[in-house]
């Protein structure tokens, strides 16, 4: 079920994935969203520099494990423009995010 806060916080990701290839990269975009509605992070595709891990979900799975406690992490939510690659999915499982939209 997508209510209209997810289809918000969905487009959001399509804005980042887009400005993403407008910044020469591939078009990815991901956000993490708190419990009660809060966007905390915003994470673009940055493989361009070289480092193919550089990937928004990646990035937010970091991002949560320093800066959230484990309840927080399980009641987010990550909206992102495409589905998690295999890298992305482990990161997630183990800094136990969330639902994925
Ligand atoms: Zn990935």
């Known amino acids: 079920m997508i209510d209209e806060s997810d289809q918000r916080h969905l487009e959001r ?40 891990t550089q990937h928004p979900e990646f990035a937010i799975a970091r991002w949560a494990a320093e800066h959230m406690q484990p309840a927080e992490r399980a009641a987010a939510t990550v909206y992102t423009s495409g589905e998690h690659c295999p890298m992305c999915s482990a990161a997630h499982g183990w800094v136990g995010l969330g639902r994925i939209d």
Do not use: H, K
């Open 13 to 52: 990701c399509v804005q980042l994935a887009t400005d993403a290839l407008e910044a020469g990269d591939e078009p990815f975009g991901s956000i993490l969203v708190s419990a009660d509605g809060e966007t905390l992070f915003e994470a673009i595709n940055e493989v361009g520099g070289e480092d193919a």
